[in-house]
Nanobody
Framework: QVHLVEAGGGLVQAGGSLRLSCADS????????VGWFRQAPGKEREFVAT????????DYLDSVKGRFTISRDNAKNTVYLQMNNLKPEDTARYYC?????????????????WGQGTQVTVSS
């Protein structure tokens, strides 16, 4: 069983930084890839970043490339999303998700477990 808990969201001014974390307290022995998604009010859930089990493969939404970095520490069962140079359009609730295929994926339908999300608000 995977139990994902996101943390690190908050209110920040444009140009600022936040680091989100996604911790798995379920301690599953299975390998899984992780994705970060976001959803703003009135909009559909959107892919942000993904990382494979070994961390060798990553992918990003075009609009966050060069600003966001996904990483993981499997010894700590935690995945991070470092977000720099934040913009008002990054405002959303951010969710992490796990997929037991182990392969980084941009598709929400490929993910098996989801966290409850953490709110990120960027003021202009």
């Amino acid at each position: 069983q995977v139990h994902l808990v996101e943390a690190g969201g908050g209110l920040v001014q444009a140009g600022g930084s936040l680091r989100l974390s996604c911790a798995d307290s379920g301690r599953t022995s299975r390998n899984y890839a992780v994705g970060w998604f976001r959803q703003a009010p009135g909009k559909e859930r959107e892919f942000v970043a993904t990382i494979s089990w070994r961390g060798t493969t990553t992918d990003y939404l075009d609009s966050v490339k060069g600003r966001f970095t996904i990483s993981r520490d499997n010894a700590k069962n935690t995945v991070y999303l470092q977000m720099n140079n934040l913009k008002p359009e990054d405002t959303a609730r951010y969710y992490c998700a796990a997929n037991f295929r182990g392969v980084a994926s941009t598709l929400p339908s490929n993910y098996d477990y989801w966290g409850q999300g953490t709110q990120v608000t960027v003021s202009s």
